[in-house]
T-cell receptor, first 114, second 116 residues
Framework: TQTVSQSDAHVTVFEGDSVELRCNYS??????LSWYIQHHGHGLQFLLK??????VVQGVNGFEAEFSKSDSSFHLRKASVHWSDSAVYFC????????????FGQGTILKVYL | VTLLEQNPRWRLVPRGQAVNLRCILK??????MSWYQQDLQKQLQWLFT????????VKSLPGADYLATRVTDTELRLQVANMSQGRTLYCTC?????????????FGEGSKLTVL
């Protein structure tokens, strides 16, 4: 069974700040890790994913995430946030054999102030 | 480019009444269609994945009963019954073959259901 934990329910920063949103997972086998963004009133949008290779993966809009097997983590980062990055961010895990089933974390609400 | 069209986007549902949701796929290159529910605390949960026309599945979860149907290659439906708490239902699609899941899904805009 895969589980995902996003320890921060809310993160607040100012525009131009860097930000890191944390994600920890538990699963014994090979998994895909991904991040999604959800703006208020809309569906989720894919940001990036990791399966193997370079542990730092680049996504859209300047986001990147780093996989750490030792920490069981896949934290999302952005060097300089914009007010439009305010949204809910979800980390997700999926096993290659589990079809289209993703297991999502609880989500982190990011608020960016001007 | 919008891959999925969901309707209705919002619906007030009298307690005890069922509601039918529809999802239309705009690009046949993403044939694996699924339903996810998001509860009022924003927690997301996978419900169904239906690939072929004629596929049907049922599921009962806390707060609602579901019947999903893949009607055609481009249409997925969901009947929601016995709903006790509001929720949003999202249709998703992806290009992966069966058993190959890279974790990249495309989401529709959702159907938000409120219980009266």
């Amino acid at each position: 069974t895969q589980t995902v934990s996003q320890s921060d329910a809310h993160v607040t920063v100012f525009e131009g700040d860097s930000v890191e949103l944390r994600c920890n997972y538990s699963y014994g086998g090979s998994i895909y890790l991904s991040w999604y963004i959800q703006h208020h009133g809309h569906g989720l949008q894919f940001l990036l994913k990791y399966y193997s290779g370079n542990p730092v993966v680049q996504g859209v809009n300047g986001f990147e995430a780093e996989f750490s097997k030792s920490d069981s983590s896949f934290h999302l980062r952005k060097a300089s946030v914009h007010w439009s990055d305010s949204a809910v961010y979800f980390c997700a895990v999926s096993a290659p054999s589990s079809g289209q089933k993703l297991v999502f974390g609880q989500g982190t609400i990011l608020k960016v102030y001007l | 480019v919008t891959l999925l069209e969901q309707n209705p986007r919002w619906r007030l549902v009298p307690r005890g009444q069922a509601v039918n949701l529809r999802c239309i796929l705009k690009n046949s290159q993403y044939p694996w269609m699924s339903w996810y529910q998001q509860d009022l605390q924003k927690q997301l949960q996978w419900l169904f994945t239906l690939r072929s026309p004629g596929d049907k599945e049922v599921k009962s979860l806390p707060g609602a009963d579901y019947l999903a149907t893949r009607v055609t290659d481009t249409e997925l439906r969901l009947q929601v019954a016995n709903m006790s708490q509001g929720r949003t239902l999202y249709c998703t699609c992806s290009a992966e073959r069966a058993g190959a899941n890279t974790g990249q899904l495309y989401f529709g805009e959702g159907s938000k259901l409120t219980v009266l």
